[in-house]
């Protein structure tokens, strides 16, 4: 295997298996940026070894053992005085003894656990802002740069958010654990919201050459489970899981047999998981029942159920989304959530109509850079026959997309607009 096969092979088994990493490391160490130091040094060490030794048979037990040697040693530096630091170290040599049988156990760390990592990240004494960044970091295992393009910020407001974070974690003490009661309520706005982006992440990958990244969106549904039980009467924490039901529910729709994606209105609605989609419309339902239906989950939620419900295409209410989209921006102000209403507009007025909204949101701040307002720009242009114009957005969209599919997609929707333009 030459060097640069197994750097992407150990990128590639990294981002599995750093949430469990510092999921288990933070559950021993009771210090969240320590564990995450201590399995950046794991990866560190997989890079320089792997390349001479080969990958081996089980990554993820490796990388643990690396990581839990890599916190014993630093227990053992700072001479355990503590009786606490003592029992700390004698469960993790334990553990270190058993390391070569510990797959099966690998995969019932990750249990409750991730959650409790989530809402330790959530604590209010950090911003709101820093605590979903912080969590994306540790739990999705985005680059500063991928979160960065999540909220349209520039890498460097980011980066800042992470360290202070991480710094507040580290220097407060705060505890490792699941809230109640009070506590619970605080934290939860933001632990719904750190759920929502690792389940879009996974959805559409930011960066990478896959479409897809399916392990983030089972944990982000896992953890959205658990959270309609630990919050049964908070409509908002129904309402995101439906809105992830919903749209894992197309899943297989979504990619053909190469991996390249399948636009929403191309996919063969046989293969959507009706199973799944039943269990979306009752937790909307009861999301609706709690007196939620006018929350930003909830009307995310009926946008996608209009999509689900509708058995053909041709046969979607483009005006209900429509005005859905109007409602959400109306208590959710996002020039993103305005460029999908232009698209639905589009699609139930004409391209005309959405070409004029996507026109007003050309100079938007947010959205420099951003890659899909071209290549919507690019879809109304095409429809509208201006092939030419159609192209050059198409091009200007490749060029800011960060998923090699996505830009694969895009290059020949910019091809497929200069034949017809030629």
């Not at 993790?92 to 510990?102: I, K």
């Not at 899981?241 to 996919?267: K, V």
């Given at each position: 295997?030459?060097?640069?096969?197994?750097h992407?092979t150990?990128?590639?088994?990294?981002?599995?298996?750093?949430?469990?990493?510092?999921?288990?490391?933070a559950?021993?160490?009771?210090?969240?940026?320590?564990?995450?130091?201590?399995?950046?040094?794991?990866?560190?060490?997989?890079?320089?070894?792997?390349?001479?030794?080969?990958?081996?048979?089980?990554?993820?037990?490796?990388?643990?053992?690396?990581?839990?040697r890599?916190?014993?040693?630093?227990?053992r530096?700072?001479?355990?005085?503590?009786?606490?630091?003592?029992?700390?170290?004698?469960?993790?040599?334990?553990?270190?003894?058993?390391?070569?049988?510990?797959?099966a156990?690998?995969?019932?760390?990750?249990?409750d656990?991730?959650?409790?990592?989530v809402?330790?990240a959530?604590?209010?004494?950090?911003?709101?802002?820093?605590?979903?960044?912080?969590?994306?970091?540790?739990?999705c295992?985005?680059?500063t740069?991928?979160?960065?393009?999540?909220?349209?910020?520039?890498?460097?407001?980011?980066?800042?958010?992470?360290?202070?974070?991480?710094?507040?974690?580290?220097?407060?003490?705060?505890?490792?654990?699941?809230?109640?009661?009070?506590?619970?309520?605080?934290?939860?706005?933001?632990?719904?919201?750190?759920?929502?982006?690792?389940?879009?992440?996974?959805?559409?990958?930011?960066?990478?050459?896959?479409?897809?990244r399916?392990?983030?969106?089972?944990?982000?549904?896992?953890?959205?489970?658990?959270?309609?039980?630990?919050?049964?009467?908070e409509?908002?924490?129904?309402?995101?899981?439906?809105?992830?039901?919903?749209?894992?529910?197309?899943?297989?729709?979504?990619?053909?047999?190469?991996?390249?994606?399948?636009?929403l209105?191309?996919?063969?609605?046989?293969?959507?998981?009706?199973?799944?989609?039943?269990?979306?419309?009752?937790?909307?339902?009861?999301?609706r029942?709690l007196?939620?239906?006018?929350?930003?989950?909830?009307?995310?939620?009926?946008?996608?159920?209009?999509h689900?419900?509708?058995?053909?295409?041709?046969?979607?209410?483009?005006?209900?989304?429509?005005?859905?989209?109007?409602e959400?921006?109306?208590?959710?102000?996002?020039?993103?959530?305005?460029?999908?209403?232009?698209?639905?507009?589009?699609?139930?007025?004409?391209?005309?109509?959405?070409?004029?909204?996507?026109d007003?949101?050309?100079?938007?701040?947010?959205?420099?850079?951003?890659?899909l307002?071209?290549?919507?720009?690019?879809?109304l242009?095409?429809?509208?026959?201006?092939h030419?114009?159609?192209k050059?957005?198409?091009?200007?969209?490749?060029?800011?997309?960060?998923?090699?599919?996505?830009?694969?997609?895009?290059?020949?929707?910019?091809?497929?607009?200069?034949?017809?333009?030629?």
């Amino acid at each position: 295997m030459t060097a640069a096969n197994a750097h992407r092979t150990i990128l590639a088994v990294w981002r599995i298996e750093q949430p469990r990493l510092i999921t288990s490391l933070a559950r021993m160490l009771r210090d969240v940026p320590l564990a995450e130091d201590l399995t950046q040094e794991a990866l560190l060490a997989a890079l320089e070894r792997w390349p001479e030794t080969g990958v081996p048979e089980r990554p993820g037990a490796w990388l643990m053992a690396t990581a839990k040697r890599r916190a014993l040693d630093h227990l053992r530096r700072r001479q355990m005085l503590e009786r606490k630091h003592e029992m700390i170290a004698l469960e993790m040599d334990e553990e270190q003894q058993a390391m070569p049988d510990v797959d099966a156990a690998l995969d019932d760390d990750i249990g409750d656990e991730m959650l409790r990592l989530v809402f330790t990240a959530c604590h209010p004494l950090i911003s709101r802002e820093a605590r979903v960044a912080l969590a994306l970091r540790m739990i999705c295992g985005l680059t500063t740069e991928e979160i960065a393009r999540a909220f349209l910020l520039p890498e460097a407001t980011i980066a800042q958010r992470i360290v202070r974070a991480k710094r507040t974690l580290s220097e407060s003490g705060l505890a490792y654990e699941t809230p109640c009661g009070e506590e619970l309520g605080q934290r939860l706005a933001s632990v719904l919201e750190v759920v929502y982006l690792i389940f879009n992440e996974g959805y559409t990958a930011a960066r990478g050459e896959d479409w897809l990244r399916p392990q983030l969106c089972n944990e982000a549904l896992r953890m959205g489970r658990i959270l309609t039980s630990i919050a049964p009467n908070e409509p908002e924490a129904h309402a995101l899981l439906a809105l992830m039901e919903l749209n894992a529910s197309r899943t297989a729709a979504r990619t053909d047999a190469a991996g390249e994606p399948i636009l929403l209105l191309e996919q063969n609605r046989a293969l959507w998981d009706q199973l799944q989609i039943r269990r979306g419309l009752r937790a909307l339902a009861r999301a609706r029942d709690l007196g939620g239906a006018g929350g930003a989950y909830a009307l995310q939620a009926a946008i996608v159920a209009c999509h689900a419900e509708a058995r053909t295409a041709d046969a979607t209410d483009w005006a209900r989304i429509a005005g859905l989209y109007g409602e959400l921006t109306a208590i959710v102000p996002s020039p993103i959530i305005e460029l999908n209403r232009a698209v639905a507009v589009g699609m139930a007025e004409g391209p005309e109509a959405g070409l004029a909204i996507v026109d007003r949101l050309a100079d938007e701040p947010a959205l420099r850079g951003y890659h899909l307002l071209p290549s919507v720009r690019g879809d109304l242009l095409h429809k509208l026959a201006r092939h030419g114009e159609a192209k050059a957005a198409f091009e200007a969209a490749t060029a800011l997309a960060g998923n090699q599919r996505e830009r694969d997609l895009l290059m020949r929707r910019a091809a497929e607009a200069a034949s017809l333009s030629s």
